[in-house]
C-alpha cells in the first residue's frame, strides 16, 4: 500500500492521544500508554520540538495508519522510532517508513552522519524491516530489554550511514578486527 507522510505538530495533540492509546504495543517498554502518559510525552516536546520530529504515515483516504519519530535530531546520531497500526502491518509500509526519515534526516540536518534504531531480539517485524532497507545489525546487547512479564531478551541495535545512503551501498561492520 502507497501511504504519504504529513507532519506532526503540536496542535495535533488528541489525534496522537487517540491513536497511541487505542492499540497495544508489544515490544515497547509502555505497551499500553495511558492519555495521561502521551499528554506528558506531547507536553515535554518527545514528539516535536528542538529535538524531535515526526511524521503521520496516512492511506490513501487520509487515515492515520503508523507514526514515525526522530530523535536528537540536532546530533551527529539521531534515532528513530516506528509504529503502524496492526490492521496494516505487512503492507510494505514500514519500509516506505524506513526509506522517507533517512531521506528526511540526510536531507534537512546535514550533521546526521547516521541513523540509529533499536529493538527486541524478538521483534522479527522489525528486524526485517531494518535489514530490508540497508540498515546494518551494529550491537548485540544481551539480557538488556526488560519484557513485561519480567524476562530480559536481548537489545539489537541498527544504523544506517551517511555514506551509504547517499551511494546506495550496504557497508557490513568488520566484525574480524580483532588485533
Ligand atoms: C515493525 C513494523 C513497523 C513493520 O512494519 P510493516 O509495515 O508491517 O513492515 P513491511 O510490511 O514494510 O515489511 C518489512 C519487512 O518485514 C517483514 N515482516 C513484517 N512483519 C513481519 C512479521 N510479523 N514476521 C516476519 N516478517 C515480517 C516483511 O516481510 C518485510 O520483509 P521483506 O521485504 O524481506 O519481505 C510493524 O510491524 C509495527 O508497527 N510493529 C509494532 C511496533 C513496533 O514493534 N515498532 C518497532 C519498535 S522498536
Redesign the pocket.
Known amino acids: 500500500m502507497q501511504v504519504t507522510f504529513v507532519e506532526y505538530s503540536q496542535s495535533d495533540q488528541d489525534g496522537i492521544v487517540h491513536w497511541l492509546t487505542s492499540e497495544t ?4 517498554e509502555t505497551p499500553s500508554p495511558t492519555q495521561e502518559m502521551v499528554v506528558n510525552w506531547v507536553s515535554n516536546g518527545h514528539f516535536h520540538g528542538e529535538r524531535a520530529r515526526s511524521f503521520w504515515i496516512q492511506s490513501e483516504i487520509g487515515e492515520n495508519v ?1 507514526f514515525i519519530s526522530v530523535f536528537e535530531i540536532r546530533d551527529p546520531v539521531p534515532r528513530i ?4 497500526s496492526a490492521s ?10 524506513l526509506r522517507f526519515i533517512a531521506d528526511f534526516i540526510f536531507r534537512e540536518f546535514p550533521m546526521a552522519l547516521r541513523i540509529e ?4 531480539q524478538d ?4 528486524r ?2 531494518f ?2 532497507c540497508g540498515w546494518v545489525k551494529e550491537s548485540h546487547y544481551r539480557a538488556l530489554w526488560k519484557t513485561d512479564t519480567g524476562e530480559y531478551v536481548a537489545s539489537i541495535g541498527y544504523a544506517i550511514i551517511k555514506q551509504d545512503w547517499l551511494n546506495g551501498t550496504v557497508t557490513a561492520v568488520d566484525w574480524n578486527d580483532e588485533p
Not at 522510532?81 to 503502524?84: E, F, N, P, T
Not at 534504531?117 to 527486541?120: E, F, L, P, S, V
Open positions: 504495543w508489544e515490544y515497547f503508523g522510532d516506528l509504529r503502524v496494516y502491518r505487512r503492507m510494505g509500509i514500514g519500509k516506505q517508513a534504531g533499536n529493538t527486541r521483534n522479527i517485524a522489525m526485517k524491516t535489514a530490508a
